[in-house]
């Protein structure tokens, strides 16, 4: 018993973090939408909540730590900009492979207005891809890797993009198996995890996953 508490004493911040996660998890992936609300609208703000929110409230107000510690700083930009680059050029490599040699790509499609209208593509990329790219680089990146994650080293990068898969199940995004519009941010959980791994930052690691996205998006309106 003695022991139990001197390990709940020493590591009582890991858990409680686990605990925040593994809750908004939970609530994320077992959420019920309301039928007389947008479901659009219901996620975007459930998103904002979960990903966004909560762990800037966590991190500022109960742990009483500066953003840095999810990622809001410069970092390393030699890590960053060097591990983006590397990262980039692997990620498109497997999506080669994946584009050629296995169907998982067959049914990814954007909006009918986003592939008939460039003003609208571009909108699209920025604001829509942006955000939400956003809001899972903070959570997942910040929230588990950077600040549940720290101690666990290179390990924590595979763990946070299984934790990323998990919730796409949880939510019901695989429950017919790999989703084709979520499919470019799996492939790349575990590389921009890598950047901001390296990096200490989020900032990298966010440019990295939203220029993956885009080039994936532009090819699919070029190649077909």
Known sequence: MHTLVLYIARNKEFLVT???VMISLLFLGYFKENS????ALQGLIVGIAVFLVIPLLYCKIVLERPLSHLGFQRGNPWSGIGGSVLALGLAL???FVLWNFTPLLEGYRLPVVVEERFLFFVLYEIFLNGLFLFLFEVFFRGMVLLLWLRDFGIWGVFFQALV????????GDMSNGINPQTLPMLLFAPFAGLIAYQSRSLWYSFGASWFFVLLVDALVLILR
Request: net charge neutral; hydrophobic share 50%; proline share 6%.
């Open 18 to 20: 686990s605990l925040v």
């Open 36 to 39: 007389q609300v947008s479901p």
């Open 93 to 95: 490599g497997a999506l």
């Open 164 to 171: 990323f898969t998990g919730i796409l199940y949880l939510s």
